[in-house]
């Protein structure tokens, strides 16, 4: 997911964003720990999308704060 797609959610969206993120990347890791070597490209991404989402909230977080 862009940082562009995410800009144009509200804080809502991105706090569920997150959580699901955080869901998807559980259930990835199970998945690699049973085998499936697939998932590794795929947790890196989630990870990356967490990250992404998680600054987003940060900056409008201090944004709000000045």
Known sequence: ?????LRE???ED???????LKEQSF???FKLA????????QI????????RVKTLLR???IAVGK
Not at 34 to 41: A, E, Q, S
Not at 44 to 51: G, P, S, T
């Open 14 to 20: 991105l706090h569920a964003k997150v959580d699901e």
């Open 59 to 61: 900056q409008r977080e």
């Open 27 to 29: 259930r990835l890791r």
């Open 44 to 51: 890196r991404a989630h990870r990356k999308d967490l990250a």
């Open 9 to 11: 959610l509200s804080d």
């Open 1 to 5: 997911m862009k940082a562009s797609e």
């Open 34 to 41: 049973l085998g499936n070597i697939d998932t590794v490209k």
